[in-house]
């Protein structure tokens, strides 16, 4: 009976959906995991219970007029995925990307709702953003973008109703600009977005969080696993705030990053990347990481991915986007030593890549339990908006250790309850589910 009510809930949202094809991923994937709860509890099945998780509470699509700086009209479309609101408010970032769609924010939705209660915090799940660029353009072409973007959204978020953050393409700048047009449209309300800056009501350490969260997820594993990460040489996709932050925080428990990368390069140096250059050229200049080889002469840049190289490691931290690393990649980390692979980005593993990871025995800790430190302090960022206060950084950080300690927790008992070996993926589904399920049932048919 478990087998065939999971396939006839895929099957059915198959057939409504073959488009969305990020979204059926992360469900396909979901859904396997959770198996042996649904065994575990064939009322579900009455009850509806997938069908009700599956399918978002609520989508707002809308255009997004703007005018360029040559005075040009241009037009995108921009979304909100309110996808789950039994654990709190919807809560989830907003992506500023030309690959954005429907597909894809359904599948950050989906997974935010997991992640998010994982965290211990008052969250639902939520996603959002438009298939803008602002790459190339000017800080006038962003504001005047995210003003016509906040016009729409601020009809439908609300500090105790839906709490927008950053994204990949939403930073502090445009966090920034669409709270001041949400201000001159609202009643100002400090906790209604999340990732502003500092001055603005923003928290000590958010910018840091998901990159230092997730070493703190992995130091979790590396210690389970009777290990530490001083002396390990840790492979990082991306250099932005995620993968940049996440390389200090590996440098400072004894790690040596060796690689970072961008959407077109990678730099490779098995002495340790030099992280101060990487901050001049993509944290405060917004350059290609190409450039890494003008002011370091002894480092490698490769052209395209770097999961396609052959770097001996011991660690891969993915932090770019989704479906970053395949099968044939991920057998490539196994062949040259790695043992632990702990995600930055939201499912940058594909599904034969998980495979992979499970048949060579790999570590894996996925991304709705390593990279939650973001969202866990931008709740905790609403919390000090709500108590109008302003907690030091070090406050900031003590809580965010103890948030991964607790969600590695629960991936461990899920673990260990279900005899899942160093399957972290697995245990983070099955831990969430059972708590949202919990809720969903409390809650009644609504």
Known sequence: MTLAYISRVYQELESRLPHETEYLQAVKEFLDAVEPVIEAHPEYEKEAVLERLIEPERIISFRVPWVDGNGNVQVNRGYRVQFNSLNGPYKGGLRFHPSVNQSILKFLGFEQIFKNILTGLPIGGGKGGSDFNPKGKSDAEVMRFCQSFMTELSRHIGADVDVPAGD???????????????????????????????????????????????????????????????GKKVIISGSGNVAYYAARKVESFGGVVVSLSDSNHAVYDENGIDLDIVKQLKVDGRERISRYAEFNAEATIIEGSVW??????????????????????????????????AEGANMPSDSKAIAVYRQHGIHYGPGKAANAGGVAVSALEMSQNSMRLRWDAERVDEELQQIMKNIFAQCLNARDAYDLGSDYGKAADIASFEQVVTLLLLHGVV
């Open 308 to 341: 396609n190289t052959d770097i001996q490691a011991d660690i891969a931290l993915p932090c770019a986007t989704q479906n970053e690393i395949n099968q044939a990649q991920a057998e490539r980390l196994a062949t040259n030593g790695v043992k632990f692979v």
């Open 168 to 230: 990949i393409g939403v930073g502090a700048r445009e966090i920034g600009y669409l709270y001041g047009q949400y201000k001159r449209l609202q009643v100002p309300t400090a906790g209604v977005l999340t990732g502003k800056p500092i001055p603005a009501g923003g928290s000590n350490g958010r910018t840091e969080a998901t990159g230092y969260g997730l070493v703190y997820f992995l130091n979790e594993m590396l210690s389970e696993a009777g290990e530490s990460l001083k």
